[in-house]
């Protein structure tokens, strides 16, 4: 009897111990496939509002997970509008007033071009591993993939979501849903893909839907129209003279 | 004794003349009084409301705080310093702490400030007892046109966000337990008072404030570690300044009612040495000297300015008393535009406006009426005999 129950104490710790450490593992591919030394890409931002929808396009260069440049194409409004984030500094830079602003304190909080993005979400570190511990959950599917969905705890208390769910895709390690909570455990935004590419051999998600759920609206809906990865990038983007240029 | 007789006699006789320079001064006196008397009471409202609501008897900030800069409030918080939260056990101070906050009224997204505040104090007019609760929900207090804005009524159910010391969001459904109808605008506008305890709960910062408000009349200025005093002449500085304005705004109205009566007195004076030459010769040659002269005729013109006093206090004393004691209702606008003011507005008619008012008067009749005279010591008796005025 006790020989039984050492061996179902075993093997139940056996099972606890390789969930956790596929967990872990799934949250290193995760970060493998999203991390990458520099980023290039252009996207377009259709932001649902009450009166109607507008999009907004952008070109960003991203230098590790750091660093980062964003100059808006469109609308007309917005064009030559620039977004410049060094360490934890984010800077804007408006044409129309010719002036560069620091962003923070209650300002990170603001939407970014009126999106359910907020500056402080583009100033979060991108790597789930660094912030994160995981939990498998259970499994699932989204838009057709088998996905595993894991629960992650932040580790430290410095963390902005307390929480996350996440459906990662089996095969690709890419995450195609997230559910980011407070720590009272309150959904505070989600984020769903709605389709997938393939760029310099990763998997990117091409159609993302970032909503807060606090918030009435359809949320913004982001199309990453291409993507290079771990191409170089000239130091003067990455610097706060490329704001005015 | 003869002079003054004599001018009250002229000025008299001057019949409708006299008494419509006297009613056009008068009227000067009124609305000199009356729009001052507003301006000192809309000023000492404005104090009074804003003491009992905000500032109390003066106040401590965190070193890091600073009310016109939002960018500060991450780290306007610490532990309350050990000589304040002595006066906070007795009851002498008031421990206030602020953080943004993001709130959610039908779906929209709004800035806010959440300011938890003592249930049990009486230190400012907020009226934080009705966040007392034991149901398990966020009991909040807001004003009166924050409930407007956002379109909260008492009773509802308001998703609030915001951040922890640490950084961590964190968000939850509050209760609108009240809506306080509050004379001041910066305890209303964009802010959502909650319990002091449970604030320092939520927010992971047990035993910390940003400001901490005496209680009235409070003495206590002493230097505490980096927290800053604030008294309240600085608190105030900008309700006075405001006031400022509106004086020297208010003026300009005073300026050109007391050059209207002015001309009506200089006027009557140029018409009086005009029409009285053949007067002025027989009393010069009765024996009375050009400076008698001049003193005759620059009293009548002062004495429009005491009949206007006496007229003056005859028809606006009661409407002044009433005013004073009932005040004026104020629209609903002057709320909205932030002065902390009431609904009704009670004039201040002190002691020294009135009597400062009649001396300023008095004094600038006197010289008008004067300078007319002028001509008066140059006037020969023989031609002014014959009607002559040179």
């Not at chain 1, 967990?23 to 109607?52: C, P, W, Y």
């Not at chain 1, 209650?106 to 570190?125: A, F, I, K, N, T």
């Not at chain 2, 506008?189 to 305890?197: A, C, D, M, R």
């Not at chain 2, 005279?373 to 023989?382: A, C, D, G, M």
Request: proline content about 3%.
């Amino acid at each position: 009897m006790i020989n039984k129950l050492i061996f179902t104490l075993i093997v139940f710790s056996t099972i606890v111990f390789s969930q956790t450490q596929s967990a872990d593992e799934i949250l290193k591919k995760v970060d493998a496939n999203t991390f990458s030394d520099s980023q290039i890409g252009t996207s377009k931002m259709i932001i649902h509002g009450r009166r109607g929808s507008r999009t907004v396009e952008a070109k960003s260069w991203q230098k590790g997970t750091d660093d980062s440049f964003t100059e808006y194409l469109a609308p007309a409004r917005e064009k030559g509008t620039k977004m410049l984030k060094l360490g934890d500094q984010l800077w804007t830079y408006t044409p129309s007033t010719d002036r560069t602003i620091l962003i923070s304190g209650h300002m990170l909080r603001q939407p970014v071009m009126g999106s359910d993005l907020s500056y402080e979400d583009m100033m979060e570190d991108p790597l789930l591993q660094n912030m994160y511990t995981a939990e498998i959950v259970g499994e699932d599917t989204v838009i057709n993939r088998q996905v595993w969905v894991l629960d992650l705890k932040s580790k430290k208390d410095n963390i902005a979501y307390d929480s996350r769910k996440i459906w990662v895709d089996k095969e690709r390690n890419i995450i195609l849903k997230e559910d980011l909570y407070a720590k009272s455990g309150k959904l505070l935004k989600q984020v769903l893909i709605h389709e997938v590419m393939k760029a310099s051999g990763r998997w990117v998600a091409k159609n993302i839907t970032y909503k807060d759920m606090l918030k009435d609206g359809d949320g913004t809906e982001m199309i990453i129209e291409e993507v290079e990865f771990d191409k170089k990038i000239p130091s003067y983007i990455l610097s706060k003279a490329s704001l005015r240029r | 004794m003869l002079i003054l007789k004599l001018a009250y006699k002229n000025i008299k006789g001057a019949g409708l003349r006299t008494w419509l320079n006297v009613l056009a001064l008068s009227f000067a006196y009124a609305a000199i009084i009356f729009v001052q008397g507003m301006i000192d009471g809309m000023s000492n409202q404005m104090e009074t409301f804003s003491i009992n609501a905000q500032y109390g008897g003066g106040q401590y900030w965190q070193q890091e705080y600073d009310p016109y800069d939002p960018l500060t409030l991450d780290d306007a918080h610490s532990k309350v310093p050990t000589e304040l939260q002595q006066l906070v056990d007795e009851k002498k101070a008031l421990p206030i702490l602020i953080r943004q906050a993001t709130i959610y009224p039908q779906g929209r997204m709004q800035n806010a400030l959440l300011k938890g505040i003592e249930t049990d104090q009486n230190i400012l007019t907020i009226p934080s007892f009705v966040l007392v609760n034991d149901d398990g929900y966020i009991p909040a207090l807001i004003g009166k046109r924050m409930s407007k804005s956002m379109g909260i009524n008492k009773g509802d159910y308001l998703t609030v966000r915001w951040r922890d010391a640490q950084g961590k969001f964190d968000a939850n459904d509050v209760k609108i337990v009240e809506i306080m109808k509050t004379n001041s605008a910066e305890i209303d506008v964009g802010q959502l008072w909650i319990p002091l305890e449970r604030m320092r709960q939520m927010t992971s910062m047990p035993d910390e404030s940003t400001m901490i408000v005496l209680e009235k009349n409070s003495a206590f200025n002493k230097t505490v570690g980096k927290w800053q005093h604030k008294d309240l002449d600085y608190l105030l500085e900008d309700v006075r300044a405001a006031m400022a304005v509106e004086a020297a705004g208010d003026s300009l109205f005073y300026i050109v009612l007391l050059l209207l009566a002015m001309l009506a007195i200089f006027d009557t004076q140029i018409l009086s040495l005009y029409r009285r030459r053949k007067e002025m010769g027989t009393l010069m040659a009765l024996g009375m000297t050009r400076t008698k002269l001049i003193q005759l005729f620059t009293l009548e013109g002062s004495m429009h300015a005491i009949l206007a006093a006496i007229l003056a206090a005859i028809y606006s004393t009661p409407l002044f008393l009433y005013l004073a004691s009932d005040g004026i209702g104020l629209p609903e606008a002057t709320a909205e535009m932030g002065f902390a003011m009431g609904d009704v507005l009670y004039p201040l008619f002190s002691f020294g406006l009135i009597v400062g008012t009649i001396i300023i008067v008095l004094l600038i009749t006197t010289i008008v009426s004067y300078i007319p005279t002028r001509k008066i010591s140059r006037l020969k008796p023989t031609d002014a005999l014959r009607g002559k005025l040179t």
